[in-house]
């Protein structure tokens, strides 16, 4: 069947369309409603779209916008109508402009839905006691029509499943409470409440011993224990059988049918119920036994054809009384690939690691085997250890070569001795050094040998390294920085070969004697020997192609300071500022020091610095030069006349108490050239008048009057 309606305006497009059209399965269309047909929680109807036009029709379903006209009766989604309540609605599909619409109308398939019970219809409550039989079936109504027996179609629920269950309509009682059933089928539903009691007033339990607390010990025979209930009439009952048994904890034990069995140490509640009725009980499982003690207790290595490893294990009871069990404990390997155990006797059968347990009535104890492989060959990771006297630490590492050319750490199976114990002895893994001197520690395994050479040194207080800051350039090698180290006698040595070096960055990389920059960055470089370290700050950077100093030169007073500036010039052609990082020296420190950007003048004389970086130099002049205290005119005033001439001697006396002429180092003014003129000292009256002469030297100056007449 097809409708089709439209409005709207339609440009003329890649696809012109010209019109709308539904299409629908003719069973879900009611022609006396003139309506598709829907019911609520039913099968939903299918309703296609398709647009017409240039000769085309093509389905849009998918595409178009859909629309209810209310949607609390009927729901469309891409064609898809739902019914939702009873009533009708008009459902539009819009597609470029064309809208196409059809009424849809929703109803409930039955009228009403009835819980019945034994024919007739079933109560809104009812009272029932645990152990009735009782099952509903739900009849479906519907006007002017035979009821319809649904209870297999309907939905089921009860609100407490610990009081009652429900399948299509057969109720199970478990607990004593107020429950409500419910049966749904397509929108409708009915219910009924039920009020579930006990058939018995209490239940108990009998252990065989008075109290609450039933006492197992690990070994002993489980325990029995009987349930009986008090029925509302009649005499008492034995339901231990037929009762729910539960442990807490089935970890410390378990219970079947009353019968209850120790699994562990620990305390666990043992409950019954029946017919909704129950109590519980306490019981303590507890091991007779304190401890257990292996032999060997720790770790144990050992290789892949040595004969097998009898561990033994011994128990302490609660009474302080020690047996062995090797025999009667329970023995398990966590990894039987590695090797097996029977009554404690371990078998290697391939390398690897496993934990054998013993256990043995609630007590356990595990140790750790490793399995190592046949070897050809051993070796020590290093040549030489220095030591000094007094001091242990571990063993060095060694590595065996096997079978297949792989290595693998035996450090911990090889036996260690020491060619002279009066300089080092070997106890529990460690190496002690005893006195000054040289031994030769070698370790064995299967008649295959490794030595290392311990030198014992004086003890070192202090290292010292010959910089605190290095920079380096990046991607090339730099050689480590030297390190000297003051021993405990106060001599000094150079160890640079000997410390090991450990950089805070993977941005370096660290060689034998070199080490060579990745990225250009500042890290932290930490060189150690024996107990003492000592670390120097890297910095990796671009290489520096050229240093500027400023100034070049510097005259100072003593006990003054100035300061030096140096900037760097990257291979990239950046700048830097590097003035406190150069490392600068001083010709001669008894004249001019100095530290980090700042030179101070120490002594009148001449000496120079001399900063690097990377390689570079810089060489700063530097003169210490007196520092004037005051100037002396020979005279301070003079009378001439007109051609005459007086020759003034100006002295400068000085911080250091030896005055100088500097008459000829002056620089010499006239106030009024046009009545006298000086050069040099000397005077010359031109005319009548007056002058004032201006001596000036080392930024002081000086006056003398002159009256020409």
Not at 66 to 87: H, I, M, P, R, Y
């Amino acid at each position: 069947m097809v409708m089709t309606s439209m409005t709207g305006i339609v440009n003329a497009a890649e696809d012109t369309v010209t019109g709308l059209d539904f299409t629908y399965d003719p069973s879900d269309y009611n022609s006396n409603t003139s309506s598709l047909e829907t019911f609520v929680e039913d099968d939903k109807v299918n309703l296609a779209v398709f647009a017409t036009g240039s000769g085309t029709r093509k389905e849009v379903t998918a595409d178009a916008t859909w629309k209810s006209s209310n949607t609390a009766f009927v729901k469309v989604e891409k064609g898809v109508l739902t019914g939702v309540g009873k009533g009708t609605a008009t459902i539009s599909a819009t597609y470029k402009g064309f809208t196409i619409s059809i009424k849809a109308s929703s109803d409930y398939i039955y009228d009403s839905v009835s819980l019945m019970q034994n024919g007739v219809t079933a109560p809104t409550t009812l009272d029932i006691e645990i152990g009735q039989n009782l099952a509903f079936t739900l009849n479906g109504l519907k006007a002017n029509k035979e009821p319809q027996n649904v209870t297999g179609d309907a939905v089921w629920t009860t609100s407490n499943a610990a009081i009652a269950t429900v399948d299509e309509g057969v109720i199970k009682l478990l607990g004593v409470g107020a429950v409500t059933i419910t049966s749904k089928l397509k929108g409708k539903s009915d219910a009924i409440t039920l009020n579930v009691t006990s058939p018995y007033k209490s239940i108990t339990i009998d252990s065989g011993t008075s109290g609450k607390l039933v006492e197992i010990d690990i070994g002993n025979d489980d325990k029995v224990l009987t349930a009986s209930v008090n029925p509302k009439i009649g005499s008492i009952l034995d339901v231990t059988k037929d009762a729910k048994w539960v442990s807490a904890n089935e970890k410390v034990a378990t219970v079947k049918q009353g019968v209850v069995s120790a699994v562990s140490a620990g305390k666990t509640t043992i409950t019954v119920s029946h017919k909704g009725v129950s109590t519980t009980i306490d019981v303590v499982i507890r091991t007779p036994y304190q401890s257990i003690r292996l032999s060997p207790e720790k770790e144990y290595h050992l290789q892949l054809q040595d004969a097998n490893l009898q561990v033994t294990a011994d128990v302490l009871d609660n009474k302080n009384f020690s047996s062995p069990v090797t025999t009667l404990a329970d023995w398990t390997s966590s990894n039987v690939v590695v090797a097996t155990v029977s009554n404690g006797l371990v078998s290697p059968k391939s390398v690897g690691t496993t934990r054998i347990t013993a256990s043995y009535k609630g007590v356990s104890r595990s140790i750790e085997i490793t399995v190592y492989p046949s070897i050809t060959e051993l070796s020590i990771e290093t040549e030489t250890i220095d030591g000094y006297t007094d001091i242990s630490e571990d063993l060095p590492r060694v590595m065996a070569t096997t079978f297949d050319g792989s290595k693998v750490d035996v450090s911990k199976i090889v036996k260690w001795s020491s060619a002279d114990e009066k300089i080092a002895t070997i106890k529990d893994g460690q190496w002690t050094a005893k006195t000054l001197g040289e031994s030769v520690l070698t370790a064995s395994l299967q008649n295959y040998k490794a030595d290392v050479k311990l030198v014992v040194h004086m003890k070192p207080l202090k290292l010292i390294a010959d910089v605190k800051e290095l920079s380096i350039i990046l991607g090339k090698e730099t050689p480590f920085p030297s390190v000297t180290v003051i021993n405990e006698d106060g001599e000094e040595e150079n160890i640079s070969s000997r410390v090991k070096w450990k950089a805070s960055s993977d941005d370096i990389v660290l060689k034998e004697t070199t080490m060579k920059g990745l990225d250009v960055t500042s890290i932290t470089l930490t060189a150690t020997y024996l107990t003492k370290s000592v670390t120097v700050r890297v910095r990796i950077e671009e290489e520096i192609v050229k240093l500027v100093v400023d100034p070049i030169s510097l005259d100072l007073y003593p006990g003054k300071s100035k300061s030096v500036k140096v900037t760097g010039y990257y291979k990239s052609g950046k700048q830097v500022s590097l003035g406190s990082k150069m490392n600068w020296e001083s010709g001669n420190p008894n004249i001019a020091t100095v530290s980090s950007t700042s030179v101070k003048g120490i002594a009148v004389g001449t000496t120079k610095i001399t900063g690097s970086y990377q390689g570079k130099t810089v060489t700063v002049p530097i003169v210490i030069s007196p520092k004037l205290k005051s100037l002396v005119l020979s005279s301070k005033s003079v009378q001439l006349s007109p051609g005459g001439s007086y020759s003034a001697k100006l002295q400068a006396n000085f911080t250091t108490g030896n005055p100088a002429d500097v008459t000829d180092n002056a620089v010499w003014t006239s106030s009024k050239a046009s009545v006298a003129t000086v050069v040099n000292g000397k005077i010359v009256a031109v005319s009548k008048g007056s002058a004032s002469i201006k001596a000036t030297y080392a930024g002081k100056s000086v006056t003398i009057r002159v009256s020409v007449k």
